[in-house]
């Protein structure tokens, strides 16, 4: 099954918009989507190993949308006493208003609207993480985001997204026809399962944004990790 990816084609929560019922929707039905079928479990899983007790830690998300995972790792930092700060980059303004406006207990994160291509911050990071955002980009683009998040952190890199398959894509489209029935979830949704990276195309993206000694494990539901950690 081929990958179909047109970059003229948009996802309807990338289109320039304002704050709307339908995208906060949308957003909401995300970070639900998130919850129930693994994302929250496959950070977490990494997160236990890599932030410990007393830790002080800065950490990047990259494509935050809502803010989910970055509110997901505050709370479990808090639950250790550990300390962390994080940046939670986004490039829609309206998107950016929504995670803020969630996010309102969590001082420990900071919104900026930045193209997660181009960030460059005063220093390196800890942590960077991209959670279910490289299938948003062309193949030259993916290694570039990926190449980015290697850059950006001094320790550790996990880059999750979902794993194109064929049960994947009629799983979406049945569950964005019983369920998630929305006209924005629906349409974004089916997409993205299109435009997903097969588990042997994520690798080979790695490969060529110049990782070495990477991991790279299926996880349930359709997702897939690649990551990094410092020796």
């Not at 990958?3 to 929707?25: G, H, N, T």
């Not at 996990?158 to 006209?183: C, K, N």
């Amino acid at each position: 099954m081929k990958r179909s990816f047109d970059p003229e084609v948009l996802e309807m929560m990338d289109r320039d918009q304002p704050v709307s019922a339908e995208l906060e929707c949308d957003l909401k039905r995300i970070r639900q989507l998130n919850r129930w079928f693994g994302s929250y479990r496959l950070v977490l899983d990494f997160v236990r190993d890599w932030i410990k007790p007393a830790d002080k830690l800065r950490i990047v998300d990259l494509a935050t949308g809502s803010g989910d995972i970055p509110r997901l790792i505050v709370d479990y930092a808090r639950k250790i006493s550990a300390t962390v700060e994080m940046d939670a980059l986004d490039r829609q303004p309206a998107t950016l208003e929504i995670a803020r406006r969630l996010s309102a207990d969590y001082p420990e994160i900071s919104y900026r609207e930045a193209n997660v291509l181009e960030w460059n911050p005063i220093e390196a990071y800890d942590i960077t993480i991209c959670t279910l955002a490289l299938h948003h980009f062309s193949d030259e683009d993916a290694v570039r985001l990926l190449g980015r998040c290697r850059q950006l952190s001094k320790r550790f890199v996990l880059v999750s997204d979902l794993r194109r398959s064929s049960s994947l894509v009629a799983g979406v489209y049945l569950l964005t026809a019983l369920i998630f029935r929305e006209p924005m979830t629906r349409y974004d949704a089916r997409l993205s399962a299109r435009r997903a990276f097969s588990f042997s195309e994520m690798r080979d993206l790695a490969v060529r944004a110049g990782w070495q000694d990477f991991g790279h494990k299926k996880f349930c539901v359709g997702r897939q990790a690649v990551w990094l950690e410092a020796g």
